[in-house]
Antibody, heavy 120, light 107 residues
Protein backbone atom coordinates (compact mmCIF):
# COMPACT_ATOMS: atom_id res chain seq x y z
CA UNK A 1 0.00 0.00 0.00
CA UNK A 2 1.29 3.43 -0.93
CA UNK A 3 1.52 5.45 2.26
CA UNK A 4 2.97 8.63 3.76
CA UNK A 5 3.13 9.11 7.51
CA UNK A 6 4.13 12.42 9.06
CA UNK A 7 5.57 12.86 12.53
CA UNK A 8 7.32 15.45 14.65
CA UNK A 9 4.57 17.98 15.21
CA UNK A 10 3.85 19.55 18.55
CA UNK A 11 3.80 22.70 20.64
CA UNK A 12 6.77 25.05 20.30
CA UNK A 13 7.44 28.58 21.49
CA UNK A 14 7.82 31.48 19.07
CA UNK A 15 11.40 31.59 17.83
CA UNK A 16 11.84 27.89 18.43
CA UNK A 17 12.59 25.02 16.07
CA UNK A 18 10.89 21.81 15.07
CA UNK A 19 11.74 19.06 12.61
CA UNK A 20 8.96 17.27 10.78
CA UNK A 21 9.50 13.90 9.14
CA UNK A 22 7.54 11.98 6.55
CA UNK A 23 8.03 8.24 6.10
CA UNK A 24 7.13 6.83 2.71
CA UNK A 25 6.28 3.24 1.85
CA UNK A 26 4.78 1.22 -0.95
CA UNK A 27 6.45 3.01 -3.86
CA UNK A 28 9.88 3.82 -5.30
CA UNK A 29 10.53 6.90 -3.18
CA UNK A 30 13.67 7.96 -5.04
CA UNK A 31 11.68 8.42 -8.27
CA UNK A 32 9.35 11.10 -6.98
CA UNK A 33 9.41 14.72 -5.98
CA UNK A 34 8.04 15.40 -2.50
CA UNK A 35 6.08 18.34 -1.14
CA UNK A 36 5.01 19.88 2.14
CA UNK A 37 1.67 21.66 2.25
CA UNK A 38 0.16 23.30 5.33
CA UNK A 39 -3.24 24.40 6.52
CA UNK A 40 -3.71 26.92 9.31
CA UNK A 41 -6.74 26.37 11.56
CA UNK A 42 -9.92 27.18 9.66
CA UNK A 43 -7.96 28.34 6.61
CA UNK A 44 -7.14 27.05 3.15
CA UNK A 45 -4.22 25.07 1.84
CA UNK A 46 -0.79 26.63 1.38
CA UNK A 47 2.06 25.00 -0.52
CA UNK A 48 5.28 25.22 1.53
CA UNK A 49 8.14 23.42 -0.21
CA UNK A 50 9.17 20.95 -2.91
CA UNK A 51 12.24 18.77 -3.29
CA UNK A 52 13.36 16.93 -6.42
CA UNK A 53 13.96 13.15 -6.58
CA UNK A 54 17.67 13.47 -5.85
CA UNK A 55 17.49 16.53 -3.62
CA UNK A 56 19.24 18.71 -6.19
CA UNK A 57 16.40 21.22 -6.46
CA UNK A 58 14.39 22.76 -3.65
CA UNK A 59 11.69 25.40 -3.75
CA UNK A 60 9.93 27.33 -1.00
CA UNK A 61 7.06 29.71 -0.49
CA UNK A 62 8.43 33.18 0.24
CA UNK A 63 7.11 33.27 3.81
CA UNK A 64 9.38 30.40 4.91
CA UNK A 65 12.51 31.09 2.85
CA UNK A 66 15.56 31.30 5.10
CA UNK A 67 13.68 29.68 7.99
CA UNK A 68 12.58 26.26 6.69
CA UNK A 69 14.70 23.63 4.97
CA UNK A 70 13.38 20.62 3.11
CA UNK A 71 15.62 17.56 2.79
CA UNK A 72 15.32 13.90 1.94
CA UNK A 73 17.06 10.59 2.55
CA UNK A 74 16.33 8.21 -0.29
CA UNK A 75 18.02 5.36 1.56
CA UNK A 76 15.53 5.76 4.40
CA UNK A 77 12.53 6.71 2.23
CA UNK A 78 11.95 9.87 4.18
CA UNK A 79 11.59 13.59 3.68
CA UNK A 80 12.04 16.17 6.42
CA UNK A 81 11.10 19.77 7.01
CA UNK A 82 13.39 21.61 9.41
CA UNK A 83 11.55 24.65 10.74
CA UNK A 84 13.50 27.38 12.54
CA UNK A 85 12.55 30.80 13.88
CA UNK A 86 8.96 29.69 14.14
CA UNK A 87 6.17 32.25 14.27
CA UNK A 88 2.55 32.15 15.29
CA UNK A 89 1.51 32.19 11.65
CA UNK A 90 3.33 28.89 11.14
CA UNK A 91 0.69 27.19 13.29
CA UNK A 92 -0.94 24.65 10.99
CA UNK A 93 -1.41 21.04 10.07
CA UNK A 94 1.51 20.08 7.85
CA UNK A 95 0.92 17.52 5.12
CA UNK A 96 3.53 15.57 3.24
CA UNK A 97 2.61 14.74 -0.35
CA UNK A 98 4.10 12.81 -3.26
CA UNK A 99 4.64 14.85 -6.37
CA UNK A 100 4.36 13.70 -9.94
CA UNK A 101 6.57 15.82 -12.13
CA UNK A 102 6.36 15.05 -15.78
CA UNK A 103 5.28 18.17 -17.65
CA UNK A 104 2.71 18.88 -14.94
CA UNK A 105 3.27 18.86 -11.19
CA UNK A 106 0.54 17.38 -9.06
CA UNK A 107 0.33 15.75 -5.65
CA UNK A 108 -1.32 12.36 -5.86
CA UNK A 109 -0.60 10.79 -2.48
CA UNK A 110 -0.98 12.61 0.84
CA UNK A 111 -0.25 11.82 4.44
CA UNK A 112 -2.75 12.48 7.21
CA UNK A 113 -0.79 15.45 8.51
CA UNK A 114 0.94 16.49 11.71
CA UNK A 115 -0.08 19.52 13.77
CA UNK A 116 2.33 22.30 14.68
CA UNK A 117 1.31 24.87 17.27
CA UNK A 118 3.53 27.89 17.81
CA UNK A 119 2.57 29.57 21.04
CA UNK A 120 4.05 30.80 24.30
CA UNK B 1 3.51 35.17 -7.31
CA UNK B 2 0.51 34.06 -9.33
CA UNK B 3 -2.76 34.62 -7.49
CA UNK B 4 -5.58 32.10 -7.83
CA UNK B 5 -9.10 33.38 -7.25
CA UNK B 6 -11.88 30.86 -6.74
CA UNK B 7 -15.58 31.49 -6.87
CA UNK B 8 -17.89 31.10 -5.22
CA UNK B 9 -16.32 30.74 -1.78
CA UNK B 10 -19.24 28.53 -0.81
CA UNK B 11 -22.40 27.15 -2.32
CA UNK B 12 -25.41 25.14 -1.26
CA UNK B 13 -26.65 22.38 -3.49
CA UNK B 14 -28.76 19.24 -3.43
CA UNK B 15 -27.89 15.67 -4.30
CA UNK B 16 -28.19 15.31 -8.06
CA UNK B 17 -27.44 18.96 -8.83
CA UNK B 18 -24.88 20.06 -11.36
CA UNK B 19 -22.23 22.19 -9.69
CA UNK B 20 -19.61 24.44 -11.27
CA UNK B 21 -16.66 26.03 -9.47
CA UNK B 22 -14.39 28.53 -11.17
CA UNK B 23 -10.76 29.44 -10.67
CA UNK B 24 -9.06 32.44 -12.23
CA UNK B 25 -5.31 32.94 -12.42
CA UNK B 26 -3.75 36.39 -12.20
CA UNK B 27 -1.73 35.60 -15.33
CA UNK B 28 -1.79 32.94 -18.01
CA UNK B 29 -0.82 29.48 -16.79
CA UNK B 30 -1.60 27.44 -19.94
CA UNK B 31 -3.34 24.34 -18.58
CA UNK B 32 -1.05 23.90 -15.59
CA UNK B 33 -3.74 23.55 -12.97
CA UNK B 34 -5.07 20.87 -10.67
CA UNK B 35 -8.15 20.42 -8.53
CA UNK B 36 -8.20 18.91 -5.03
CA UNK B 37 -11.02 17.82 -2.75
CA UNK B 38 -10.81 18.01 1.02
CA UNK B 39 -13.28 16.63 3.52
CA UNK B 40 -13.28 18.10 7.05
CA UNK B 41 -10.36 16.85 9.13
CA UNK B 42 -8.95 14.86 6.23
CA UNK B 43 -6.05 15.23 3.84
CA UNK B 44 -6.71 16.64 0.37
CA UNK B 45 -7.26 14.30 -2.55
CA UNK B 46 -6.22 14.89 -6.14
CA UNK B 47 -9.16 15.01 -8.56
CA UNK B 48 -7.83 16.51 -11.78
CA UNK B 49 -4.50 17.63 -13.19
CA UNK B 50 -3.48 19.40 -16.38
CA UNK B 51 -6.81 21.24 -16.09
CA UNK B 52 -8.86 18.37 -17.49
CA UNK B 53 -7.22 14.98 -16.88
CA UNK B 54 -9.10 12.90 -14.34
CA UNK B 55 -6.83 11.27 -11.77
CA UNK B 56 -7.04 7.50 -11.54
CA UNK B 57 -10.03 6.31 -9.53
CA UNK B 58 -11.88 9.62 -9.57
CA UNK B 59 -15.54 9.26 -10.60
CA UNK B 60 -16.40 10.46 -14.09
CA UNK B 61 -19.00 12.91 -12.74
CA UNK B 62 -16.02 15.19 -12.08
CA UNK B 63 -14.62 17.12 -15.01
CA UNK B 64 -12.34 20.06 -15.53
CA UNK B 65 -11.83 22.54 -18.31
CA UNK B 66 -10.06 25.76 -19.14
CA UNK B 67 -6.79 27.19 -20.27
CA UNK B 68 -4.90 30.42 -19.84
CA UNK B 69 -6.49 32.22 -16.93
CA UNK B 70 -9.98 30.74 -16.51
CA UNK B 71 -10.78 27.26 -15.31
CA UNK B 72 -13.80 25.32 -14.14
CA UNK B 73 -14.46 22.20 -12.11
CA UNK B 74 -17.84 20.62 -12.76
CA UNK B 75 -19.62 17.93 -10.81
CA UNK B 76 -22.34 16.65 -13.12
CA UNK B 77 -24.56 15.06 -10.48
CA UNK B 78 -23.66 15.83 -6.88
CA UNK B 79 -23.40 12.82 -4.60
CA UNK B 80 -23.50 12.79 -0.78
CA UNK B 81 -19.75 12.11 -0.59
CA UNK B 82 -19.03 15.20 -2.71
CA UNK B 83 -19.94 17.68 0.02
CA UNK B 84 -16.46 18.97 0.74
CA UNK B 85 -14.13 21.89 0.04
CA UNK B 86 -12.47 22.14 -3.35
CA UNK B 87 -9.19 23.87 -4.15
CA UNK B 88 -7.45 24.71 -7.39
CA UNK B 89 -3.65 24.74 -7.51
CA UNK B 90 -1.48 26.07 -10.30
CA UNK B 91 1.84 24.42 -11.17
CA UNK B 92 2.97 26.95 -13.76
CA UNK B 93 5.88 28.41 -11.81
CA UNK B 94 7.16 28.58 -8.26
CA UNK B 95 5.73 29.41 -5.83
CA UNK B 96 2.79 27.07 -6.35
CA UNK B 97 -0.40 28.68 -5.08
CA UNK B 98 -3.81 27.34 -4.15
CA UNK B 99 -7.10 29.10 -4.57
CA UNK B 100 -8.94 30.07 -1.40
CA UNK B 101 -11.28 27.10 -1.65
CA UNK B 102 -14.95 26.52 -2.38
CA UNK B 103 -17.06 24.82 0.25
CA UNK B 104 -19.91 22.76 -1.17
CA UNK B 105 -22.65 22.37 1.42
CA UNK B 106 -25.92 20.48 1.53
CA UNK B 107 -29.00 22.58 0.75
Amino acid sequence: EVQLVESGGGLVQPGGSLRLSCAASGFRFSSFWMSWVRQAPGKGLEWVANIKHDGSEKYYVDSVKGRFTISRDNAKNSVDLQMNSLRGEDTAVYYCARGEDGYYYYMDVWGKGTAVIVSS
Amino acid sequence: AIQMTQSPSSLSASVGDRVTITCRASQGIRNELGWYQQNPGKAPKLLIYAASILHSGVPSRFSGSGSGTDFTLTISSLQPEDFATYYCLHDHTYPLTFGEGTKVEIK
